[in-house]
């Protein structure tokens, strides 16, 4: 029902900041709750983070709170993830999912919807 399409990855040096965005189309974000996931090369995908319907509730990794932030733009239907002070540990595809439960959802199969990544390299 939904199609999400991930953008602004690139190759950053360590310490720097990049924004990635998740264009949703079909469906609005806001009947949604969404997620940024990760996977480097021969590891699994391991969640980063995930907002709730209204955007009130996140919930980040301990890998990455204190440095990255999610938040919606409802009026572009995107849903963003703010990266800064990037570690070479942060390089991987990105993905952003998609799903209409309102638990909060930490886990890959927790979601239906998905993305076709964006890749993130951070240089040291």
């Known amino acids: 029902q939904v199609q999400l399409v991930e953008s602004g990855g690139g190759l950053v040096q360590a310490g720097g900041s990049l924004r990635l965005s998740c264009a949703a189309s079909g469906r609005t974000i806001s009947s949604y709750t969404m997620g940024w996931f990760r996977q480097a090369p021969g590891k699994e995908r391991e969640f980063v983070a995930t907002s709730s319907w209204s955007g009130e509730q996140t919930y980040f990794a301990d890998s990455v709170k204190g440095r990255f932030t999610i938040f919606r733009d409802t009026a572009k239907n995107t849903v963003y993830l703010q990266m800064n002070s990037l570690k070479p540990e942060d390089t991987a595809v990105y993905y952003c999912?998609?799903?209409?439960?309102?638990?909060?959802?930490?886990?890959?199969?927790?979601?239906?919807?998905w993305g076709q990544g964006t890749q993130v390299t951070v240089s040291s």
């Open positions: 999912a998609a799903d209409r439960g309102m638990v909060r959802k930490t886990r890959v199969a927790d979601y239906d919807y």
